[in-house]
């Protein structure tokens, strides 16, 4: 979780919302990313997408079976569903996203009948680092 608040340290210095994602295989990191929606001009460009991309080129397969995400923020409905199809074995996540989370929070995509996988989920890891950087962010911008 560590790197994953790195990138999203970074996304915050780039004007970016600050989210960080990173995908491990076996302890090795596979992909690392943060948010560049604004840079990229692409609204799919959450950290977990790109780290989800990164690491099935990486992986050499679009199922990323034995990987663990970390995520700095709890993922919207968007990239949920990008984490089911890519089969990913455990999510871990930061900060709980109450307006725009969709694990634990709204559809709760991997507990709805459409989900075809659903990963072990891990809410609360590094939250209170995870929440400080997006309060600042956003406190910043008002």
Do not use: Q, W
Request: charged share 25%; glycine share 10%.
């Amino acid at each position: 979780m560590d790197l994953a608040l790195e990138e999203a340290r970074s996304a915050a210095a780039r004007g970016e919302v600050p989210v960080g994602a990173v995908i491990v295989r076996d302890g090795a990191v596979l992909a690392a990313a943060g948010n560049r929606t604004l840079e990229l001009r692409d609204p799919t460009a959450h950290a977990e997408m790109l780290a989800i991309r990164a690491a099935a080129a990486e992986f050499g397969s679009e199922r990323l079976v034995g990987c663990d995400l970390y995520v700095s923020l709890e993922p919207c409905a968007m990239c949920a569903g990008a984490i089911s199809f890519a089969r990913l074995r455990r999510l871990y996540y930061g900060a709980a996203d109450e307006k725009g989370g969709a694990v634990e929070h709204n559809v709760r995509f991997f507990a709805s009948p459409g989900c075809h996988h659903a990963p072990e989920v891990y809410s609360g890891i590094g939250e209170s680092e995870a929440g400080a950087l997006l309060r600042d962010f956003f406190a910043g911008r008002r």
